[in-house]
């Protein structure tokens, strides 16, 4: 599969990804540079996590006006798959290409720490192979993380099984304790209707490399490439 | 163009206002065979600050230690010391400080800190690739303190989080010397390829020159001649020295820097620190032996209707100058552009070593880039010292007047909950840590931050430490042990000690005293990074730390932070501090001592300040870290974690929280129990080995000669000493996690 990589001004965990993608899950990689409105015959594009564009004004609001996102956003209308970690994720909330908004953790801090995140199902592409009763311990690094959709957004996406991820303690129990930014109904990551468009505030490239102990985050990428080669 | 210099002549007062004495204006007077104009006068005033010339401490620099097998760019050579790694790789490292500002301004001084540490590492074309910092701040009932803290840690975190490059490590100490003044230095630690480095030099004639990077404004003129005052309160009146930060920016430029370094058009850069334009033109020239003609009105400004001088010494951050081979501009305009950053040519490389530097048309300086320069025309002063009264007095302390606490438990509970030795997790949530993703110690806790080099079988181990109270005690021995703790905890981490940077935190040097703890310092830093070969690659000076309030003044301890460089040739055989199974047993290498001289224990048990620093000896500090280095390497031991603040109880204590692994333990027989248990005497280490090793693990230290001691074994999920209940591992890991974000949340 070949996958794309968009680099904003201010991507700062985009070679993260690529190293991943490419190093530990032997995937064909190229970067997509904002300014470009080529997207290279992709499979599957990513937007990393970072600052982009300072993430000044709100996270988000600035990149999702980048010329490339044209095109990612005409690539998810035809169905085609899209990953948004952190600030992609914030990045994708603010194109509304996935539902809700991420609001500012509620001490108001940064946080970077590791968390444990749930499966909520197996029907999605980044869900289907993750163990589903496990507690995946997957850092997150963030200061506009609390994940935020009002009541009838929060129906549909829960009826509709777009809920990807909630946050939870090592048990797999879901409590407001281990909620790290206030995120409503603890909620880590999210799609689109379509369930082609993917965003989650944990970085699971962060959790895939052996050298630093945790692979958690593997199950992840495992999962989407065997959903789409399968 | 006028070849005569615009403005009027000066006098002895001007100059000092800007912080010149009377007989370095009449050495400027000679040095230009005229009186220097306002301008002239500024520059000068910056260029033999204490801050930029290191005038009263660089005679006793260069005795430092600088020669190793692996030094690529030694002290004071490039912008950071360069240390061959291996595998065609090498590691750009040093440290800085951002003390004052960050007393007036802490979020925006911190956070410029952290810029310009960084800043200093990719102009050498070197990609940062992890961050460190060692703070201090005055005492923590303190609103101001408080406020400090909160203010550092968050412009910390806002810059280096946006920056992205991981904070992997520091040190967070609290005393109330440190009230009005705190102190801020910050590591950056990156990597390059052999032979693509930058040098910050200026040469061939008619070579162009650009700034690139942020635009020119008004903040932090005259920032580097106010790092060289002492905090007053007439202090916050030159709140615009102070600058402010955009991460973003440094982002960009040092994309764009590390590109267009590829390019081969570059032939030298430095990035704008203290003193701006100023300083960049002078060293760069001043190094490459050339002159420079300067056109300050195409400088891109922030504002209209800068004056000359303001463009001169403005400290706005985010900025370089690059010097480009003639007729390649293009290709370096081509990359900042794509970058969205500024690139001007705003001067040219001229022969002879005149800087000169016009408005227009009108010349507004002419001064040789050599006589500015630290190495060349710059005061060199030799400063008197004295030994204070306090160490005579110190020397007095004697352990027998201090009474053994009938409750020990409750000294134990006291250590683990003091903001001095309690975790700094409050702090470090709030750095980004992890990305990069090359942090190896996230998951795998050792005593120096252990970082992948991804690609090579090779991991940096780093580490910043510097116990102040014991330099304040003995400046000599202290600093000794600052270098000696680095090195410890690099070698309990697996690694080889490689180099040192340091950024030396002192009072006015002007005072004898404060002098006398400088020169101890050096002698003792110099001692121990002889034994340790681990020469000291660079770092920065920081005087005038000290709070003067009507006529009395109080220098801060002082502070000379080590930041070490360490190796580990083969990640797999790193180790870690947290005991791995039930039964093993625990040995501690190195001697017992009775002496609890300088622990946070006396100190903040019995409030006893001035004693000595604690037991030290350099050559048995070396053969026990031997030890340990082979212990590890035949793989005898499993968890391996030194003594240090809080003592042995504290060292078992951090040992066993991360999985929650009790810990039964006997004290030896001829030692007071609050020393064995919390004393802080140097050269030892607490390490757990397995049952079925410890034959072979005694066999060898009994052939080496190694002293040691079979303290207990890792049991439950409880704490006994001599058998009495010193409560469960999960009551102290919650006191310890949660003690100092109670205070500051």
Partial sequence: MKFGVVIFPGSNCDQDMIYVLRKIMEQEVVELWHKDHNLQGCDFIVLPGGFSYGDYLRSGAIARFSPIMKEVMEFADKGGYVFGVCNGFQILCEAGMVPGALLHNTERKFICKNVHIKAQHAGTLITAGVPQDKALKIPIAHGEGNYFADAETLKKINANGQVLFRYCDENGNITPESNPNGAIENIAGVCNAGKNVFGMMPHPERAADPNLSNTDGKFLFQSLLSMVTS | ?745
């Fill in chain 2, 1 to 745: 163009m006028s070849d005569l210099v615009k403005g009027e002549a000066t006098t002895v007062e001007t100059a000092e206002k800007l912080g010149l004495r009377p007989e370095e204006f009449r050495k400027i007077t000679e040095i230009l065979g005229r009186t220097p104009n306002f301008t002239e006068l500024s520059i000068y005033s910056v260029m033999w600050s204490e801050h930029c010339s290191y005038k009263n401490s660089i005679s006793w620099l260069k005795t430092l230690p600088k020669d190793g097998p692996h030094m690529l760019a030694k002290a004071g050579e490039e912008n950071a010391g360069l240390v061959d790694i291996g595998d065609g790789l090498a590691c750009a490292f040093k440290i800085e400080s951002h003390n004052h500002p960050s007393a007036l301004e802490p979020y925006q001084g911190a956070a410029t800190g952290v810029g310009g540490i960084n800043r200093d590492v990719f102009t050498m074309g070197a990609r940062p690739v992890a961050q460190l910092n060692s703070l201090r701040f005055g005492d923590l009932k303190l609103d101001r303190t408080k406020w400090l803290v909160r203010g550092v840690v968050k412009g910390i975190g806002d810059y280096g989080n946006a920056f992205g490059i991981p904070t992997v490590g520091g040190e967070v100490f609290f005393d109330e010397c440190y009230n009005v003044n705190p102190l801020v230095n910050a590591m950056s630690v990156g990597l390059v390829r052999v032979g693509e480095t930058v040098s910050a030099t200026s040469e061939g004639v008619g070579n162009p020159v650009f700034i690139v990077g942020s635009s020119t404004g008004k903040d932090g003129i005259h920032g580097a001649a106010f790092a060289s005052k002492d905090i007053t309160e007439e202090s916050a009146k030159d709140l615009p020295a102070v600058q402010v930060g955009d991460p973003f920016q440094e982002k960009l430029l040092l994309e764009a820097t590390i590109e267009v370094i590829k390019t081969g058009a570059v032939v030298g850069m430095q990035d704008m620190g203290a003193a701006g334009i100023t300083c960049s033109t002078s060293e760069m020239s001043a190094k490459g032996k050339h002159g420079m003609n300067v056109w300050l009105d195409k400088v891109p400004t922030r504002q209209a209707g800068m004056k000359d001088w303001e463009i001169l010494l403005s400290e706005s951050q985010e900025r370089m100058l690059v010097v480009v081979h003639k007729g390649r501009e293009q290709e370096v305009m081509r990359v900042f552009e794509k970058w969205d950053l500024n690139c001007v040519q705003i001067a040219e490389v001229t022969a002879g070593d005149r800087l000169k530097y016009y408005m227009g048309n009108d010349l507004v300086a002419d001064v040789p880039a050599e006589s500015l320069v630290l190495g060349g025309g710059a005061p060199v002063y030799k400063r008197e010292f004295t030994e204070p009264a306090y160490f005579a007095e110190s020397k007095k302390f004697d352990i027998n007047k201090v009474s053994v606490p009938a409750d020990l438990k409750a000294v134990a509970k006291h250590l683990a909950a003091h903001p001095n030795i309690a975790s700094k997790r409050w702090v470090y949530n709030q750095y980004d840590s992890m990305v990069g993703t090359v942090n190896m110690s996230t998951n795998a806790p050792s005593d120096a931050a252990i970082v992948n080099i991804k690609d090579t079988s090779k991991a940096l181990a780093l580490k910043v430490d510097c116990n102040s109270r014991y330099v304040n005690a003995d400046p000599e021995t202290g600093c000794a042990i600052a270098v000696s703790e680095c090195a410890r905890n690099i070698v309990c981490s697996g690694g080889e000690p490689s180099a040192v940077t340091n950024c030396l935190n002192f009072g006015n040097p002007y005072n004898p005293e404060v002098y006398w703890q400088f020169v101890g310092a050096i002698k003792g830093m110099s001692k121990a990074c002889l034994k340790f070969s681990t020469p000291v690659t660079g770092g920065n000076v920081s005087f005038y730390n000290q709070t003067s309030s009507g006529d009395k003044t109080e220098p801060v301890f002082p502070t000379p932070t080590i930041g070490m460089l360490g190796l580990l040739k083969d990640k797999s055989t790193r180790m870690t501090l947290d005991f791995k199974n039930e039964g093993d047993s625990i040995f501690l290498i190195g001697k017992s001592r009775n002496d609890i001289a300088s622990s946070e224990y006396l100190y903040s048990w019995h409030k006893i300040k001035n004693t000595p620093a604690p037991y030290f000896d350099l050559d048995e500090e070396y053969a026990i870290q031997n030890t340990i280095k082979q212990l590890i390497r035949q793989k005898l031991v499993q968890s391996v974690h030194d003594c240090s603040d809080g003592g042995l109880f504290i060292t078992l204590l951090e040992s066993a929280m991360p999985r929650q692994l009790g810990f039964s333990i006997s004290c030896t027989k001829d030692i007071r129990r609050d020393a064995f248990l919390f004393g802080e005497a140097q050269g030892r280490i607490a390490v757990s080995v397995k049952k079925s090793d410890e034959e072979k693990f005694t066999a060898f230290l009994l052939d080496s000669k190694t002293p040691f001691e079979r303290l207990g074994e890792v049991k439950g999920k409880g704490i006994l000493v001599d058998g009495e209940d010193f409560g469960a591992v999960s009551e102290y890991k919650n006191v310890y996690d949660t003690s100092l974000e109670l205070i500051l949340q």
